[in-house]
């Protein structure tokens, strides 16, 4: 076999590869944990001072971060990524996160355009509770997500689950 031939079987290869990992991670799985009034149920029930993060950000801070990017899924997100990096990067990624039931991402990484809140721990969880409340009961047209682009209610649900999880400690996930 020539070198052409054997090139063209390996990108062949790897574009069935590929393709077929984009597929399995592009079907919805059902995973019942990724509820958005589980999290409010759990984090009704922490004390707001002993809740554990697992960046090295205040908790105030990342509990205010969680209810921006609660918030800003209705108001719009300040800084976009470019659409072919939501299309593309972003999407995989929410698929891959989507499809595994969790999502690992940089939790020290601020939300491109986020306000920095700290301040009070309690007054900061109140927040998280309430644009979760206010999320559940929003009947508008969701804004596209800084990075994943255009999300339906259920799968915005699921990423705002997902990342709650990703920010808080093991043992705060419920």
Request: hydrophobic share 40%.
């Amino acid at each position: 076999m020539n070198r052409r031939n054997v090139l063209a079987s390996a990108v062949a290869g790897t574009a069935l590869l590929v393709g077929a990992g984009l597929a399995y991670t592009s079907r919805p799985r059902q995973h019942p944990w990724l509820a958005v009034d589980l999290v409010i149920k759990r984090l009704q029930s922490l004390d707001a001072d002993r809740i554990q993060t697992v960046q090295p950000w205040p908790r105030a801070r990342t509990l205010n971060h969680l209810a921006q990017s609660v918030e800003f899924s209705m108001s719009g997100y300040p800084i976009p990524r470019s659409p072919l990096f939501q299309h593309t990067v972003g999407r995989t990624a929410f698929n891959i996160f989507q499809s595994l039931g969790y999502m690992s991402h940089n939790t020290a990484e601020e939300i491109p355009g986020e306000k920095v809140f700290a301040g009070d721990v309690e007054l900061a969880k109140q927040r998280l509770l309430r644009s979760l409340t206010d999320f559940q009961d929003f009947q508008g047209t969701l804004h596209p997500h800084f990075a994943y682009g255009v999300l339906d209610k259920s799968e915005y649900a699921k990423a705002h689950v997902m990342h709650i999880a990703d920010h808080l400690a093991p043992a705060e996930r419920g």
